[in-house]
């Protein structure tokens, strides 16, 4: 069983910081690849990166290059998202995911989702 927990939201001033973490635990991980989504209040879920367990491949939604950086920690099974130059428009409930394959962009290829954790910006 294949288990996401994310933590490390929060309130944070527009231009501030935050990283977040999501703690994998499970069977095959490794062959698993990770993606983070986030979801504003009456909006779709947004594809936000994706990055394969061996770290060869990386993707970032054009809104969030060059302020997002994705990385992982293989002692931790741990994948982090840290944040840089936070916008009030970042403003969403951050979801990290698993999959096997499929366009990592889309919602539909993640077979495996955290909980999610609230990042709130304010202007």
């Known amino acids: 069983q294949v288990q996401l927990v994310e933590s490390g939201g929060g309130l944070v001033e527009a231009g501030g910081s935050l990283r977040l973490s999501c703690r994998v635990s499970?069977?095959?991980?490794?062959?698993?690849?990770s993606g983070w989504f986030r979801q504003a209040p009456g909006k779709e879920r947004e594809f936000v990166g994706s990055?394969?367990?061996?770290?060869?491949?990386?993707h970032y939604h054009t809104s969030v290059m060059g302020r997002f950086t994705i990385s992982k920690e293989d002692a931790k099974n741990t994948v982090y998202l840290q944040m840089n130059n936070l916008k009030p428009e970042d403003t969403s409930v951050y979801y990290c995911?698993?999959?096997?394959?499929?366009?990592?962009?889309?919602?539909?290829?993640?077979?495996?989702w955290g909980q999610g954790t609230q990042v709130t910006v304010s202007s």
């Open positions: 995911a698993l999959r096997a394959g499929g366009d990592p962009g889309a919602a539909a290829s993640y077979a495996f």
């Open positions: 990055f394969s367990w061996d770290g060869n491949s990386i």
């Open positions: 499970g069977n095959a991980i490794s062959n698993l690849r």
